[in-house]
């Protein structure tokens, strides 16, 4: 908007605190707004006089301080008084030294997607047989499915003649040099990233996995991983015609234990239980929290009868020994259920975690600290 000709323009100046405005000034603003329409700047202080470059200087010149009350002074670049820029370089810590990378493979699939492999020095074997030095439990793999051999400049990887074959980088190859960020994929759905990365890398994606899979209160899996691997081994039993064996463990008076002693002490309790468990299983069974205070144990290769006698071991082993929390000894026992493949109804996760859950429904109601492995016979 045009000012009219009446009202002089503006001078593009800024009037500072303390200074008084002209007149002019005061006029090209509203009458009625005064003084406090101007655009006030805060005084600055005047600079030291200059010294001639050949007249000695007797003490030097203070430094000039920035006043706190600059409200405005983006207009005039020549009057910007430089700062002082920390350097964040000046005593730090010395870099890390340069680590020897290693091969390692990170699955990539959902079921254990992020695990970390290191690769050692040696031929490495994949495929869900029994032979393989790392198991993959799906049916689209073969039983000795591929191998990682590792040669003057690198790493190969081949094909073992796999039925399904072997895709690197997105083609099907029968050999292959390996370079970092290779996409090896072993069959329609299991697949690995091959990588270069060191020794802390490593650690940190291998904490980054258990940390996906694990509990965090017991150190047991949790129940996704369950699901997951338990989908794998009743695949497995279920293909190769073998026998597998779960065990569905409940805590017994839990809620008592809480209200007696209070939640931390419910929560020394379940670290003592899983330790416990897991401590006296094999290396290939699987141990999981269920939810709350129960607990899963599967068994691979274990039939109704052995699976029935582990439940029994684990049973005496809690009952005779107890927690100490804050000078408390919390006596503890679990009702279980056990069941097998064999006698389900289907061939199904629902109807073997069923049948165990119908088991440890019985052992609840017929006093608790006990294993059943039958279901009650029905009277009449």
Request: proline fraction near 7%.
């Amino acid at each position: 908007m045009r000012l009219p000709s009446s009202i002089p323009a503006i001078p593009k100046r800024l009037v500072r605190v303390g200074e008084k405005p002209t007149k002019p000034e005061l006029m090209a603003v509203r009458p009625e707004a005064g003084l406090a329409a101007v655009r006030l700047l805060p005084q600055r202080r005047p600079l030291p006089p200059t010294l001639p470059r050949d007249e000695p200087m007797d003490s030097p010149p203070a430094k000039p301080r920035v006043s706190d009350s600059l409200v405005d002074d983006d207009d005039d670049d020549d009057e910007d008084i430089p700062t002082a820029m920390r350097d964040w370089n000046q005593n730090s810590s010395p870099p890390l030294a340069p680590e020897p990378k290693r091969a390692a493979l990170v699955r990539l699939d959902a079921n254990c997607a992020g695990m970390t492999l290191v690769i050692p020095d040696r031929q490495m074997t994949f495929g869900r047989g029994r032979d393989a030095d790392v198991r993959v439990d799906d049916e689209g793999v073969s039983r000795l499915h591929a191998t990682i051999r590792p040669t003057k400049d690198g790493y190969e990887v081949f094909d073992l003649q796999s039925r399904n074959g072997t895709v690197v980088g997105g083609r099907l190859i029968r050999q292959s040099k390996l370079v970092d960020g290779d996409i090896i994929q072993l069959g329609p759905r299991v697949s690995f990233r091959f990588s270069l990365m060191g020794e802390r890398q490593a650690d940190v994606m291998r904490q980054l996995f258990e940390a996906s899979v694990r509990d965090g209160l017991t150190g047991a899996f949790n129940r996704q991983h369950l699901e997951d691997r338990l989908r794998g081994e009743l695949a497995y039993a279920v293909r190769h015609k073998s026998e597998l064996g779960l065990l569905l463990l409940d805590i017994d008076h839990f809620k008592r234990v809480n209200d007696t002693y209070g939640h931390l002490a419910g929560d020394a309790v379940l670290r003592f239980v899983a330790g416990a468990i897991s401590s006296r299983l094999r290396t290939e069974d699987l141990f999981a929290r269920y939810g709350g205070e129960e607990f899963v144990a599967v068994l691979r290769g274990i039939d109704l009868a052995g699976t029935a006698r582990a439940g029994e071991r684990l049973r005496s082993v809690l009952s005779a020994n107890c927690p100490h929390y804050e000078g408390h000894m919390i006596p503890v026992t679990v009702s279980i259920g056990a069941a097998s493949l064999a006698t389900c109804p289907k061939p199904t996760i629902e109807s073997l975690i069923a049948t165990a859950d119908r088991r440890l429904y019985v052992a609840k109601n017929g006093g608790r600290n006990r294993v059943v492995s039958s279901d009650p016979v029905a009277v009449g």
